[in-house]
């Protein structure tokens, strides 16, 4: 099993990157907040409350973003294999429930991908992903709020994973291409530790 999670503020390519590395290492991808926005898409109650936290900029709170992912994993035998969790933890607490979730599977989190851009550039990003495709918290007041949460509850999950020797820190400004590379030279050689001791 071979599981990572792609971490980075919001607008810092981690939906983009997880896609590929999915193709990589043929592991299957849960990203929280496609999740929540497939739930506000079929108007679910869950929708409903997600969506009241979503266009403020604000986090899911942490005891309902658990049981979604505990949900999720139970319910996807093709997780099997591993799971790239991206969006996910975005808080101390769900780190700690993400370690308690692949124990019990009898599992560990094999590493942790920090894609690094400056806060300039990730306001331009979302501004132009807004007028792409009409995303609605992509707009100037829920990005900066968005961009706070980031840097006060969930930036603090780098140190947390810099101590336990789990994040790779990768550079996320330049083409995509370059961006995967970087983390793929990172990652390779993990990759088939994991599969080595699973065999
Ligand atoms: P990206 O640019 O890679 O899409 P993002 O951070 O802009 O990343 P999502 O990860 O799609 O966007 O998350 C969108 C929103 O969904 C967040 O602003 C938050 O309100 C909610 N959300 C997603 N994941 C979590 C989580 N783990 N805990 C709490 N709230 C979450």
Sequence with gaps: MFNIVVFGAP????????AKLIERYGIHHISTGEVLRSHIAEGTQLGKTAKEYIDKGQLIPDELMISILADIIENHPEAANGVIFDGFPRTIPQA?????LLEKRGAQLDAVVGL??????????????????????????TISN???VYHSQTQPLRDYYMKRGKYHAIAGSGSVDDIFDA?????????????????
């Design 11 to 18: 607008g810092s390519g981690k939906g983009t990157q997880s």
């Design 96 to 100: 700690e429930a993400l370690n308690e």
């Design 116 to 141: 690094e851009v400056a806060d300039n550039e990730l306001i331009d990003r979302m501004i132009k992903r807004g007028q792409q495709t009409g995303r609605a918290d992509d707009n100037p007041q």
């Design 146 to 148: 968005r961009l706070k």
């Design 183 to 199: 983390i793929t030279a990172e990652l390779d050689d993990l990759h088939l530790a994991s599969r080595r001791q699973g065999l």
